[in-house]
């Protein structure tokens, strides 16, 4: 079993930064991808970024050069770090990752809980 446990979100101000912080655990050969998705009030779950191992991030553009997503592969945490936000920013961010938990296939799907960050004055 693979456990995915996020931290740091919060209320912050339009223009604050805040970090959140992804930490996985459990039966894990080798980390494919982890990525960060959020999800608005009323709106689908989207993609926030994503750090496949091995090769470039990518963001979605609401985001480009306000968040930065880094990971660091001895620990199995992925952080994203996140300045100059705005009120479109609230949602709750979800933590995913794909995951082999063996030398074989297949590739597996995980989910964190989600940390709620809200962006207001």
């Known amino acids: 079993q693979v456990h995915l446990v996020e931290s740091g979100g919060g209320l912050v101000q339009p223009g604050g930064s805040l970090r959140l912080s992804c930490a996985a655990s459990g039966s894990i050969f080798r980390i494919n991808v982890m990525s960060w998705y959020r999800q608005a009030p009323g709106k689908q779950r989207e993609l926030v970024a994503t750090?496949?191992?091995?090769?470039?991030?990518r963001y979605a553009d609401p985001v480009k050069g306000r968040f930065t997503i880094s990971r660091d592969n001895a620990e199995n945490t992925v952080l994203l770090q996140m300045n100059s936000l705005k009120p479109e920013d609230t949602a709750i961010y979800y933590c995913?990752?794909?995951?082999?938990?063996?030398?074989?296939?297949?590739?597996?799907?995980?989910w964190g809980q989600g940390t709620q960050v809200t962006v207001s004055s």
């Open positions: 750090a496949p191992t091995g090769s470039t991030t």
């Open positions: 995913h990752a794909q995951i082999r938990t063996s030398s074989a296939p297949p590739v597996f799907s995980f």
